[in-house]
């Protein structure tokens, strides 16, 4: 069953090695969590997908929304939950039985997202799995991008210098 404590390599590896993700549960309202990450990671290169049945047909950040996984007419490596903890189960389900037909490699649980028995099942199947991370802040933390501003760098500190 996976852990939470995933190592740097493994997240870094994971995020290097796919290009298009799924998002299910993106939000058109520019303000939500998951348009906001969509956006970052479009910024980055990824080709992000929407997925969200109340919007399906519609636009997000320039990209069709599909209604489900398998409405996804193209493949994906990675499917990002950004819905809760009950509804990751169906979703990873959903991602188990369509990964060979979608080229899914990685199950993604976003912040405050988890659940056990679909990481289980999903890891069973060959995936990797994530839970309770997000891809955008761990893309920040492992490829530089927060250090510029001191956080995680040992550079800014509250402590008073040592002489």
Request: glycine share 10%.
């Amino acid at each position: 069953m996976s852990s939470l404590l995933y190592d740097d390599r493994f997240l870094s590896d994971v995020l290097k090695s796919v290009k298009v993700i799924a998002m299910v549960g993106a939000s058109a309202k520019w303000n939500r969590p998951s348009n906001f990450a969509m956006k970052y990671l479009q910024g980055k290169g990824y080709r992000v997908i929407p997925v969200n049945p109340g919007l399906a047909g519609g636009e997000i950040l320039g990209e069709t929304v599909y209604e489900n996984l398998a409405s996804i007419p193209f493949g994906y490596q990675m499917v990002d939950i950004f819905r809760n903890s009950t509804a990751a189960g169906e979703i990873s389900d959903e991602a188990i039985a369509l990964k060979d037909e979608k080229k899914i490699e990685v199950v993604w649980m976003q912040l405050g997202v988890q659940h056990n028995e679909a990481a289980q099942r999903a890891e069973e199947a060959g995936l990797k799995v994530v839970m309770d991370r997000c891809p955008k802040i761990e893309y920040g933390r492992l490829f530089g991008e927060l250090s510029w501003a001191g956080i995680n760098s040992g550079i800014i500190t509250s402590k008073r210098l040592k002489r």
